[in-house]
């Protein structure tokens, strides 16, 4: 063998590279998956009781993350339904809108609901008038319509008259002028068709 041979291997090298080192930007959040030198866009919590607790994700493996999440995992039946119901209100506690009985909002609405001077178109105070021992007022009977004072006038009868008085006159003002009850005069026929007119416009307004 002669000074200028020299050996030269005829294989290919199989040396193991070292793995390239990951230059991490401390400004930036790097996903907290194993192995993963992406960068975290997205936010994960890391358990159901510490919301606040979270993982940073890249895209990738927060989609993986969210996949394999169970939310109500270790809770019962009855758990879940009370987490949903409660969710269905932000979580929070609830409270009634009602004054306490001793507020003065609570004298001022006990006051205008029993007074009698209080006008109640609406019925509002219908109920604390009936637990008071007084009558609710009905807005039809105080404040009725033109044509039913003018059928109540037909029937010689005031505003205030209730409905057995409305029925009670109309049955004897039918047997005054009816003809059968005048010997077949026809003369007072006119004002029978006025009181029966009269009180088809009070059944009509419920005042029959």
């Not at 509002?124 to 039809?140: E, K, T, V, Y």
């Not at 105080?142 to 057995?164: M, W, Y």
């Amino acid at each position: 063998m002669t000074d200028s041979f020299s050996y030269r291997p005829k294989f290919v090298d199989i040396r193991v590279r070292k793995p390239p080192v990951v230059k991490v930007n401390p400004d930036v959040q790097m996903c907290e998956h194993d192995g993963c030198g992406a960068e975290a866009t997205c936010r994960a919590p890391k358990s159901r009781d510490n919301p606040g607790e979270i993982w940073h994700f890249c895209e990738k493996h927060a989609a993986l993350y969210n996949k394999n999440w169970n939310f109500f995992e270790g809770m019962t039946e009855d758990d879940a339904r009370a987490h949903r119901e409660a969710a269905a209100h932000g979580g929070r506690p609830t409270w009634t809108f009602r004054a306490s009985a001793n507020s003065p909002d609570a004298h001022v609405y006990k006051k205008a609901a029993t007074s009698d001077e209080t006008k109640d178109p609406f019925r509002a105070f219908a109920g604390r008038r009936a637990a008071a021992g007084r009558p609710a007022p009905n807005p039809q009977e105080n404040r009725p319509s033109a044509p039913v004072l003018k059928a109540l006038d037909t029937l010689g009868l005031d505003a205030h008259a209730d409905r057995a008085k409305v029925r009670s006159t109309y049955a004897a003002l039918v047997r005054q002028y009816h003809p059968d009850s005048n010997g077949g005069d026809r003369s007072a026929e006119t004002r029978l068709n006025a009181v029966v007119k009269a009180y088809k416009v009070l059944k009509t307004a419920r005042r029959a």
